[in-house]
């Protein structure tokens, strides 16, 4: 890397910052940055490395956020997946180059910010540590590393280059998950003492002796179960952490099949409706309006600006990387492992 790039680089992730701190008071023309016409000033430069399904989704995220120009995309499928891609940049102007090796990009593009990976895992570990090398703040997806090891490479790599790097776990800059963590989990602790935590990847559930939350990124999975043993929740309800509970759609699905049965007794046929009735359902009052990846993505460019901090930054990201990798561990052992605080720590 040349030491042109190097000083090129730190003044636009500079000035990007500073004009954070001066407000809006600072306007160069766009030409300052040779972009094309209609781009702001602070605008943050950025490549996208892995263009398959996951690097779309974050393109396409990418395209609702103002002030993200993409100069560049690095994907070897070139005949599909890098086309449609640059296609797509095409039609909105975005005027970039295309790459089938990274480290001829980064060899090449003098003026990038920051990088998006979206490569398969594997890749994760050799491909940030080289963006954050070549002076680059990088938003790398989930899972940051398919090895501990390589994760461990990434920490280390983030305190060596003083870059940002965030991991793309965006449920954590979800206003749903957020409420739910802060509010209702730590705060008002709606579970009581929580006993089994599930996810598997569209919804996840948390379980506690006093409540059992049930969350997902669609809109349509939300709410939160009181045990019937629990403290009455009304004050939360007042409080607005949670709405109160609804009849709930299957209950009354039910009902209202057992009713229309009764009213034909010539059929035959024998409902049993002797179920448990579900506990109430608090509803979440909290909605997300945007793309599940956009909050994430924004927080990403306000932290390079030095509006933000990171809601995932490479500790949190190793955190995660050791209790999913560990699960692995545990299955090729055939035995449980106790995790230990210090493991958490790269
Ligand atoms: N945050 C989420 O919710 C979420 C969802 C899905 C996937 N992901 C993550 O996104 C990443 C990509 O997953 P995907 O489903 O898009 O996979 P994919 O196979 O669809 O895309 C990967 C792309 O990377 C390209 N590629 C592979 N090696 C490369 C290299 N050395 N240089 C340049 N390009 C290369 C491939 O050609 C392909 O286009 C994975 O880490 C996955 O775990 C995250």
Redesign the pocket.
């Known amino acids: 890397m040349s030491s042109q790039k190097v000083k090129k680089g730190i003044d636009r992730r500079e000035f990007l910052r500073s004009t954070a701190a001066l407000g809006a008071g600072v306007v160069l023309a766009p030409k300052s940055f040779g972009q094309a016409a209609g781009s702001g000033p602070d605008d943050i430069n950025v490549a996208l ?9 974050l393109l396409n995220t990418c395209l609702k956020i103002p002030g993200v120009r993409f100069k560049a995309v ?4 070139t005949a ?3 086309k449609r891609v640059s296609r797509l940049l095409k039609k909105y102007r975005h005027e970039h180059n295309t ?4 480290q001829e990009m980064l060899d090449k593009e003098k003026d990038l910010d920051a990088v998006l ?5 594997f ?2 570990t ?2 940030t540590v080289a963006c954050l090398k070549a002076g680059l703040d990088v938003y ?4 940051m590393s398919n090895t501990l090891e390589g994760a461990r490479k990434m920490v280390q790599a983030v305190k060596e280059a003083g870059k940002l790097l965030q991991i ?3 449920r954590r800059s979800n206003p749903r998950y957020i409420h739910c963590c802060e509010k209702l989990i730590k705060e008002a602790k709606l579970l009581g003492r929580i006993t089994t935590i599930n996810g598997q ?1 569209y919804f996840e559930t948390f379980m506690g002796d006093e409540g059992t939350l049930v969350i997902s ?1 669609s809109a349509g999975r939300g709410a939160v179960y009181r045990e019937p043993s629990a403290p009455e929740w009304d004050k939360w309800v007042k409080a607005g952490y949670v709405n109160e509970p609804a009849l709930q759609p299957r209950l009354a699905t039910r009902v209202a099949a057992a009713r229309k049965k009764e009213e034909k007794p010539e059929t035959g046929a024998v409902l049993d409706v002797r179920e448990t009735m579900a506990p109430p359902a608090y509803e979440l009052p909290v909605k997300m309006e945007k793309l ?2 956009q909050p994430h993505l924004e927080n990403f460019f306000d932290a390079i600006r030095g509006k933000a901090k990171l809601n995932c930054p490479v500790e949190i990201g190793y955190k995660t990387a050791v209790t999913i990798l560990k699960v692995n561990e545990a299955v090729e052992a055939a035995r449980r492992l106790d995790f230990k605080p210090g493991e958490f720590t790269a």
């Not at 790459?99 to 990274?102: H, I, S, T």
């Not at 990976?117 to 895992?121: C, G, Q, V």
Request: charged share 20%; hydrophobic share 25%.
């Open positions: 490395l892995g263009a398959g399904a996951q690097g779309q989704v690095c994907d070897i499928w599909y997946n890098q790459y089938v090796d990274y990976i979206a490569t398969p895992d890749w994760h050799e491909h790398c997806e989930k899972e793309g776990h965006q990847g990124e599940y990846h």
